[in-house]
Structure formats: C-alpha cells, structure tokens
C-alpha cells in the first residue's frame, strides 16, 4: 500500500514540476550568459520563446509578448502586416544590460542567410513579466542603451 | 398618451436622418423625465438639480413650448436646422459613448511609461538669489565684481534694495531670458544686469546646480498617459467607423 502512495506523490510530484517549468530550449535559439538572478532568467526565458515564435514566423503567438502599450495601438492585423517575415535563422542572445531596474536593452546576433547580424532589442519589466518593444520601422534601434544612461 | 411629446428619430440609410415631431394631447412629467433632467443638466451645465418639483417644472414648461412650437407649424419651417442640430447631438453623443466604452488598463499605460522613460526625468533645478538694484552703474559693479569677490562682500558694499532667494526652482519653469544664461557645468555665479524697469535692476546670483536625478513616479503620471493613449485609439476608431459608413 504505501509503494503505491509514494508511486502516487513521485507523478504527482514529476508532473506538477513540469507544467511549472516551460521548456525554453530551442535548436534555433541559443543563449550565450548565465542568468544571475530570477529575474533575468525569466528574460531569458521570454527572449527564447519569443524568438523562436518569430523565426518560425508565429506572430499570433510572439503578439502577445509585445508590450502592452503597443498591442493596445497595434492590432494583430497590423502587426503582421508592419513585422513582415523574418528572413532569420538562428538568434543568440550574447548580452543584456540595465539602463533603468525595468528595461533591459538586449543584445543579439542574428544569422541570416549565413552572415551574422548584432540587433537590440528592448525588453520592459510589467506586472512581473516581460514584454518585448517592436519597431516599426526597418532600421534597428541603434544606439538604444545611450539613450537611457 | 402618457408623454406630452413624442419625437421619434427614424434613421434613413439614404442621404440623412429622418426627423419626425408628433404633438401631444396630455401633458405629464414622470420619474424617468425628472431623472432625464437632472443628468442633462450635469452634463451640460454642470449644475446638479436638488428640488424634485423644480426638475419637474423645467420638463413640463419645456414640453408645453414644445408643444406650442409644433402646434404652430414652425416645426415645418425650422426642419433643416433642427436636423443638423440633432444630427450634431446624436455624433458628439456617440463619441462620447466610443470614448467611455475604451477602456486604458495600468499595465498599457505602464508599458508606455517605462518605454518613454526619457520624458519622465526629473527636469534640472537651481538655487538662485535675485539682488535689486535702483541704479544700474551698481548693478553691473555688482556683477563684474562678483567673479573675485564674496557675494555677501558685495551685499554689504552696494546695498540692494531687495533680495530674493529661490531654493530649486526647475529650470524649465525660469524666463527663457535666465534659462538660455544658465550653465550645467558651473555653480556660485552671476547673470548679467537685467532692467525691469526704470529705477528697477536684477542681478541673479545661480548659487547651485541640481542635474536631472530620477524619474516623475508612474503614479504622478498614470493619467496623463492614459489620456494620451486614448486621444491615440480614439482618433483611430473614428476614422474607422467613417470609413467603414463611407464604404
């Protein structure tokens, strides 16, 4: 009787940890740092399931890590239209810095056709998550971290 | 009947609406007009109607002229007028009835916040002294002087007829005659003479400078954005909705 409870508590147990921890692990998203804390790992996180959504060309799903303000201008329809496909395929995350404890101004090397492409992206901490900022514009965000020095 | 006055707005899908006024035999004034009242003159004239029976008077007199308006044919008359008066009611309501239906949650207006933060520093301050001065010969002495002598030396030596101090005033709020002299990297200097008036000369004194530190609260700003976005969404629903009625 009590192998069976323990049988019993050891799946419970297995399963209630893996619908807790998402997989993030992805072969077209590499990840260059080791998180220092929780909430970096959770950028790292969103980072890779964002961009891996984005290189699989899953807008509906990489939307819903946009930042709120825009999803609230920008409708999905829209989206699609101003993202276009993404002609990438493979992202690394290689580094990420703080100018302000909430933003986090990320910096990855994108492969596209074989050449290799340094893009930033800027992440917002809201409501304990964290959101992506698109652009809509062609042009990457040169010169982003300056800004908020 | 138990309204004095019917009006019915038929819309009409051709060119406009439709306007039909029917006269009424019965005159009454019921809960529902009284409270009809009461929120139109809120909205209107911001004034908040106490008195029941005055509420009830303003509905009955009104719909007794009403009544008369229509009784004497002027209805027929005024018809066009009336129409753009109704029609321009029935818009401005409907805009505000799309503006209270769209709803700005915290978590978008904090995503704006944080994504603009540079508009949310803290503007830059300075501590001045204001020293007036009758006669201009001393007010420039004063100011020359002030590069190799103590401020309080020349207090004594030119006597001003007035000072005042201003403890971290924000530079964005000073006269853009002050602000344009006002240098980030210097402290304890003065500005050139100024001339009020006649027998009325400043010299300002920048004692300290407080660089831009921080950033205004999400809470001190919260409002302010919401009703940027919603300016934002709005303008794009409209233009939606006349565009989808043009088509």
């Not at chain 1, 508590?9 to 998180?35: H, M, Q, R, W």
């Not at chain 1, 930042?67 to 493979?90: A, D, I, M, W």
């Not at chain 2, 000073?174 to 006649?198: A, G």
Request: with cysteine; glycine share 2%; aromatic share 14%.
């Amino acid at each position: 009787m009590i192998k069976y409870v323990f049988i019993i508590f050891a799946l419970l147990a297995f399963f209630g940890c893996e619908s807790k921890v998402e997989k993030y692990e992805y072969k077209d998203v590499n990840i260059s740092l080791t998180p220092s804390s929780k909430k970096e790992a959770l950028l790292v996180q969103r980072f890779a399931q964002y961009w891996h959504k984005r290189l699989n060309g899953d807008y509906n799903s990489s939307y819903d890590f946009e930042l709120p303000s825009q999803r609230y201008l920008v409708s999905l329809k829209e989206y699609k239209n101003v993202l276009g496909l993404y002609k990438g395929s493979k992202a690394d995350l290689v580094h990420i810095s703080y100018p302000h404890p909430d933003i986090a101004i990320v910096t990855r090397k994108m492969r596209i056709k074989n050449k290799a492409f340094t893009r930033l992206d800027k992440w917002l901490f809201i409501d304990d998550n964290w959101y992506h900022k698109f652009y809509q514009t062609a042009l990457p965000p040169i010169g982003e971290e300056e800004k908020f020095q | 009947m138990r309204y004095v006055l019917s009006i019915f707005v038929l819309f009409s899908f051709s060119y406009a609406i439709e306007v039909k006024l029917l006269q009424d035999s019965n005159i009454t004034v019921d809960n529902d007009d009284v409270r009809a009242i009461r929120n139109f003159f809120v909205q209107k004239y911001n004034f908040h109607i106490t008195d029941t029976r005055g509420a009830k008077k303003i509905v009955e007199e009104n719909r007794i002229l009403a009544n008369q308006f229509l009784k004497e044919g002027l209805f027929q008359k005024n018809k066009k007028s009336i129409q753009i008066e109704i029609e321009d009611m029935l818009a401005k309501r409907y805009v505000k009835d799309l503006q209270n239906r769209t709803k700005i949650s915290d978590k978008v207006a904090k995503s704006y916040y944080l994504d603009n933060i540079q508009k949310y520093k803290k503007p830059p301050k300075v501590s001045i002294v204001s020293y007036r001065f009758e006669d201009i010969d001393n007010a420039y002495r004063f100011y020359k002087e002030s590069n190799t002598t103590s401020i309080d030396l020349l207090v004594k030596k030119y006597k001003p007829i007035k000072q005042m101090e201003i403890e971290k005033k924000e530079i964005s709020a000073l006269p853009k005659s002050i602000r344009d002299f006002i240098d980030p990297d210097k402290n304890s200097y003065t500005l050139p003479p100024f001339v009020i008036s006649k027998g009325k000369v400043d010299v300002f004194y920048i004692k300290e400078y407080y660089p831009a530190d921080g950033y205004i609260p999400f809470e001190d700003v919260k409002n302010q954005i919401k009703n940027s976005l919603h300016k934002q969404t709005f303008a794009k629903e409209r233009k939606k909705i006349l565009e989808k009625m043009a088509q």
